[in-house]
């Protein structure tokens, strides 16, 4: 293994993260997880001379909110970052920004940032790390030879970069694209010519990124945003009132709430929240459950059940043991 990277100033010796919260997640079983790694980040170990300077890259699905987060840390290269679904506070510089699906990140070399806030919330996440040789400041970057944009391509990526004090960015079709080729690669990873194939997206994902920037693409439709943003307080309400999510929704009555058809409303309840409604619902109706059986000693479990929306006692059991692992009578003894 290689050693860790340092980055010395003229006032400060840092070095990068070992990322221990996500690791124990990994081995937790908590989120699913795919990357390569050259030895300092979680993921399959990969030799030091397969794309030099592409220091982990990969993905996680997690399909519930997070006991965990990641505290603020820096790497030692050029980190992007695009949610695919769901949403999560990214930190950069100790500024939030609250990510939703469609959106990336930029962080340069040794940036501090963080995710989470403390925690992640639900969501599909990709990312790599690319290391540009950046030891001291003002040092030039250093691409590796396997990107092959043009040089005047490649300066204006370079000044973009540097320069860029908006960490986040509205995705474009052609990001999203490489991203899913990427993920694609990063799991199938012994198939043949995976390298080249991995180096052919990510020459595509760099050149978007510049597309993405060199645009500033930071509008988009106006219905679009209108619909998704209904879908969003929505889903918001359901998480927050027991008594809002207590009530006899249907499939149709949620998506008559927001307006729209059953295949819309899917769509944008799945990027937001990384699930379908329904599913949705029934997380929210057992945390609101789970809240009671502690505050509310006074109340028996059936009462508990059918306030929260559930028909019968034994349906809410199953479904109550099913997500925390106790059932509705143990989790009130040991809370």
């Given amino acids: 293994m290689s050693l860790r990277p340092i980055y010395q100033s003229r006032h400060a010796r840092y070095e990068i993260d070992g990322c221990e919260p996500q690791n124990d997640a990994i081995r937790k079983g908590k ?21 030099p300077g592409l220091n982990s890259i990969g993905f996680w699905n997690a399909g519930d909110t997070q006991d965990w987060g990641l505290n603020e840390h820096r790497n030692e290269g050029i980190e992007i970052m695009y949610l695919e679904t769901g949403r999560v506070v990214f930190a950069a510089d100790q500024k939030n920004h ?5 959106h990336f990140t930029i962080t340069r070399p040794w940036q501090l940032h963080k995710l989470g806030a403390p925690n992640i919330g639900p969501g599909r996440l990709h990312w790599l790390i690319l290391d540009v040789g950046v030891r001291r400041p003002h040092q030039e970057w ?3 030879e396997w990107v092959v944009l043009s040089k005047e391509d490649l300066a204006e990526l370079t000044r973009k970069l540097r320069h860029n004090e908006n960490p986040v960015w509205n995705s474009t079709p052609a990001i999203a694209r490489s991203f899913r080729e990427i993920a694609r690669n990063v799991a199938d990873w012994n198939r043949p010519h995976a390298v ?9 994902l760099l050149i978007g990124v510049l597309d993405a920037l060199a645009a500033q693409q930071t509008q988009e439709s106006e219905e679009l945003t209108s619909r998704r943003r209904a879908v969003e307080i929505f889903l918001r309400e359901l998480e927050n009132d027991p008594a809002y999510a207590g009530q006899a929704w249907t499939l149709d009555r949620m998506t008559a709430q927001c307006g729209m058809g059953i295949t819309a409303f899917s769509k944008y309840c799945r990027e937001l929240v990384n699930t379908g409604p ?4 029934n997380h929210c109706r057992l945390d609101h459950a789970a809240r009671q059986l502690r505050a509310e000693t006074n109340l028996s479990i059936t009462e508990i059940a059918m306030a ?7 349906y809410f059991a199953t479904t109550f043991g099913q997500r925390f692992h106790l059932s509705p009578t143990d989790y009130r003894k040991k809370t």
């Fill in 196 to 204: 080249s194939h991995l180096a052919v997206h990510l020459n595509q």
């Fill in 142 to 144: 250093r691409w590796p």
């Fill in 278 to 281: 329904v599913e949705f619902l």
């Fill in 31 to 51: 989120i699913n997880f795919h990357a390569l790694t050259k030895g300092h980040y979680p993921g399959t170990p990969v030799s030091a001379n397969i794309l």
């Fill in 308 to 314: 929260n929306g559930f028909n019968s006692s034994q």
């Fill in 98 to 102: 609250s990510l939703r699906a469609g």
